[in-house]
């Protein structure tokens, strides 16, 4: 079955710390991935996308998501989280297979940064 | 550009009752997709819409229903409500192709909070 796995549900870090959270997935047609950010009162809000090509993608806010296709990997990382970096983060796939496609999202990592 | 907006934003409703949330998509966006998302499940895909046609479907049982009218703008209907059905119930505008897939970002609204007692 398609999935997403998000393996950190809570992350609290100190400020200038580097942050990398973990995505995989399992599916067996062409993906699409993401990183969606919701800050607290806020809406869902892209972060970054990888479609094809350079598998390092860039995103929003000094964040970065490598694509590593024979892990089945999506993770985010940062070299040095700020305060205002406390959110959730969700990774989703958006997977075409045998003509029809799925959104998946993964349950979200709440990521805490402390002052 | 406004964004995507939801209405109502908190309902509360009584199990055995129904519900019916409302989203409107940016301009220009055909397509709106429907999302539940509760602690700990993340975002779980209800359907998506596309020229007030049902494109996809996620796993959900038939009491959830949906629609898109001309104008983009689409409805969720929730008959029968149980407890377990209160959420947050998201709404997603894109700009995808009449081919369908991810290959544009989707824009979320702010979300209708749902409860049912």
């Known amino acids: 079955a398609q999935s997403v796995s998000q393996h950190n549900h809570h992350v609290i870090l100190s400020e200038a710390a580097s942050l990398e959270l973990g995505c995989n997935y399992s599916y067996g047609g062409t993906v699409n991935l993401f990183w969606y950010v919701q800050y607290p009162g806020q809406h869902l809000q892209l972060l970054l996308k990888y479609f094809s090509g350079d598998p390092l993608v860039k995103g929003i806010k000094g964040f970065e998501a490598e694509f590593i296709k024979s892990k089945f990997s999506f993770n985010l990382r940062k070299p040095s989280v700020q305060w205002s970096d406390t959110a959730e983060y969700f990774c989703?796939?958006?997977?075409?297979?045998?003509?029809?496609?799925?959104?998946?999202f993964g349950t979200g990592t709440r990521l805490k940064v402390l002052a | 550009k406004a964004g995507v907006t939801q209405t109502p934003r908190y309902l509360i409703k009584t199990r055995g009752q129904q519900v019916t949330l409302s989203c409107s998509p940016i301009s220009g966006h055909r397509s709106v997709s429907w999302y539940q998302q509760t602690p700990g499940q993340g975002l779980q895909f209800l359907f998506e819409?596309?020229?007030?046609?049902?494109?996809n479907k996620g796993n959900f049982p038939g009491r959830f229903s949906g629609r898109q009218f001309s104008n983009s703008r689409s409805e969720m209907n929730v008959s029968t409500l149980e407890l377990g059905d209160s959420a947050l119930y998201l709404c997603a505008s894109s700009l995808t192709s009449r081919r369908g897939g991810g290959y544009n970002e989707q824009f979320f609204g702010p979300g209708t909070r749902l409860t049912v007692l």
């Open positions: 989703a796939v958006i997977g075409l297979l045998s003509g029809t496609y799925k959104y998946i």
């Open positions: 819409y596309f020229s007030e046609t049902q494109r």
